[in-house]
């Protein structure tokens, strides 16, 4: 199956900073998801971005699928940015999503 | 987007005892799908609920373990089946309407 690969797995940043998370995955891909699981573990859909680029507020995302990896940029952080951020792909023809180790992310004040 | 309920949001169960979660959703939906979330770990497919016919259940999940029913296209249960500690988890389902959209977990602790 397809494999999904996640960096950093953790990330501590200072509040105000930039960060930027990767996600390579081994396969042509129909779907690719960037989730934020808060504390409460609520899945929060953050983007649905196969391919191309798309931006919300602070939060913008990237996938190139020809090169198979996908980022997602974080400016200007807050702490209620703290928690654990999938990235999560579907197969050519499959629905499935196959989700990656997720980066644990920790915005102190 | 559709909205989706879980039901109970949280248990404590013996071992050995089955315990069944319902998802609701506010809208009728073709696919749907059940995750376990083992404590730190990421989110892991067990199932898809298909209306009217059996799950379609991943490799290392069975039917006797995770039996899964789908009576409607609003509506699925799962049952955790002889419990055990190793079963302690956070279930989740899924729907997709061009992407997936998650419930708000069911999260188990097995004694």
């Not at chain 2, 089955?18 to 979330?37: G, N």
């Not at chain 2, 067990?46 to 290392?60: F, K, V």
């Not at chain 2, 956070?90 to 992407?99: A, P, T």
Request: net charge neutral.
């Amino acid at each position: 199956g397809i494999q999904v690969e996640q960096s950093p797995p953790d990330l501590i940043l200072q509040e105000g900073a930039n960060s930027t998370l990767r996600c390579n995955f081994s396969d042509s891909v129909n779907n690719l998801q960037w989730f934020h699981q808060n504390p409460w573990g609520q899945l929060i859909n953050l983007f649905y971005i196969p391919s191309g680029t798309k931006q919300n507020g602070r939060l913008s995302a990237t996938t190139v699928a020809t090169e198979r990896y996908s980022l997602l940029y974080i400016s200007s952080s807050q702490t209620t940015d703290s928690g654990v951020y999938f990235c999560a792909v579907a197969g050519a023809g499959s629905y499935q999503l196959t989700f990656g180790k997720g980066t644990k992310l920790s915005v102190i004040p | 987007s559709a909205v989706i309920s879980q039901k109970p949001s949280r248990d404590i169960c013996q071992r050995g005892t089955s315990l069944t979660i319902q998802c609701q959703v506010d809208s009728q939906v073709t696919m749907m799908f059940w995750y376990r979330q083992q404590p730190g770990q990421s989110l892991t497919l067990i199932a898809t609920a298909n209306q009217g016919s059996e799950a379609t259940y991943e490799s290392g999940f069975v039917i006797d373990k995770f039996p899964i029913s789908r009576p409607n296209l609003t509506f699925s249960t799962l049952t955790v089946s002889n419990m055990s500690p190793e079963d302690s988890s956070i279930y989740l389902c899924s729907v997709e309407e061009r992407e997936q959209f998650f419930g708000p977990g069911t999260r188990l602790t097995v004694l």
